[in-house]
């Protein structure tokens, strides 16, 4: 596995952290921030063929 996929695999999983506090703290617009840095990180592992934890479960997107 490459640097840059597993540093794009930690940036999408950090995303999905800051999202999940986010949520739980009801923080509107710290869930705003983390929602747009999380589709910003699918995006570029996208862009980039890095497949994500949704990518290997059959889920949905990168």
């Known amino acids: ?3 840059f996929a597993e ?3 930690e940036r999408v999983r950090a995303a999905r952290a800051a999202l999940a506090a986010a ?3 009801d923080d ?3 869930t705003a921030v ?3 840095e999380l ?3 699918l995006r570029l592992a996208d862009a980039h063929g890095v497949t994500t934890r949704d990518d290997e479960d059959g889920r ?3």
């Open 23 to 25: 949520r739980a703290a």
């Open 60 to 62: 949905g997107r990168s």
């Open 1 to 3: 596995m490459s640097a």
């Open 28 to 30: 509107v617009f710290a």
């Open 39 to 41: 589709d910003d990180a």
């Open 34 to 36: 983390a929602e747009e």
């Open 7 to 9: 540093a794009m695999r």
